[in-house]
């Protein structure tokens, strides 16, 4: 079965401070991967996605960045952390056939002070 | 350009009343629509979906259904219960495409 992992579960960081948030899934090949933002009193807002090794799709312009080095891995991170990068991120798998759910890791609670 | 709407962030329903929640969408070519139950400090998990070609789909308590012609959907549950309380997301999908979510309405199950 599909199982996803996503770590830390809370990070505080400074403001300027660099990010790197890790995701993982187990139990499939080739699938597609999301992050989301739930942001404070707002709803899931997709980031990024990628389809495969090496290729990311951005949906808003933002100071975070996303990269794939390989199959089960997806890395959201920052080079400098602003304050309205806090947030809850969530890590999704997409369902392995058209028309299906989405899979979501337990989420990042990202603090930045 | 919010695709997918849901107009109501909070709604409280009493024990064993039907709790109801409403979403809209804009985008026509959505095919396929699901709803997941989000408590804090964890990951959505699917509660129901259900695709297109159909206007109601039911799993034990909780109802979907689909209104193409409004472009309106809503998940009924019925009877609530107290651990039903958490926000609900609605989404929608076009194919393969990436799923679309709505703003979440927190849902609150009074004793």
């Known amino acids: 079965s599909q199982t996803i992992h996503q770590w830390p579960a809370t990070l505080v960081q400074p403001v300027g401070s660099p990010l790197s948030l890790e995701c993982t899934v187990e139990?499939?090949?080739?699938?597609?991967l999301y992050w989301y933002r739930q942001a404070a009193g707002r709803g899931l807002q997709l980031l990024f996605y990628?389809?495969?090794?090496?290729?990311i799709s951005s949906e808003v312009p933002q100071n975070l960045s996303a990269s794939r080095p390989q199959d089960r891995q997806f890395i959201l991170s920052s080079k400098k952390l602003l304050l309205s990068d806090s947030g809850f991120y969530l890590c999704?798998?997409?369902?392995?056939?058209?028309?299906?759910?989405?899979?979501f890791g337990q989420g990042t609670r990202l603090t930045v002070v | 350009d919010q695709q997918v709407k849901q107009n109501s962030p909070s709604l409280s329903v009493q024990e064993g009343r039907i709790s109801i929640l409403n979403c809209d969408y804009t985008n026509s070519m959505f095919d396929y629509f699901l709803w997941y139950k989000k408590y804090p400090a964890e990951g959505p998990t699917f509660l129901i979906s259900i695709s297109s070609i159909k206007d109601k789909n039911e799993d034990g308590r909780f109802t979907v259904f689909l209104n193409k012609s409004a472009k309106h959907l809503s998940l009924h549950i019925v009877p609530s219960q107290p651990g039903d309380s958490a926000v609900y997301f609605c989404a929608a999908s076009r194919g393969a495409q990436k799923l679309v979510f709505g703003q979440g309405t927190r849902l609150t199950i009074n004793p």
């Open positions: 990628s389809v495969g090794i090496g290729q």
């Open positions: 999704a798998l997409g369902g392995e056939v058209v028309n299906t759910e989405a899979f």
């Open positions: 139990g499939t090949s080739n699938p597609n």
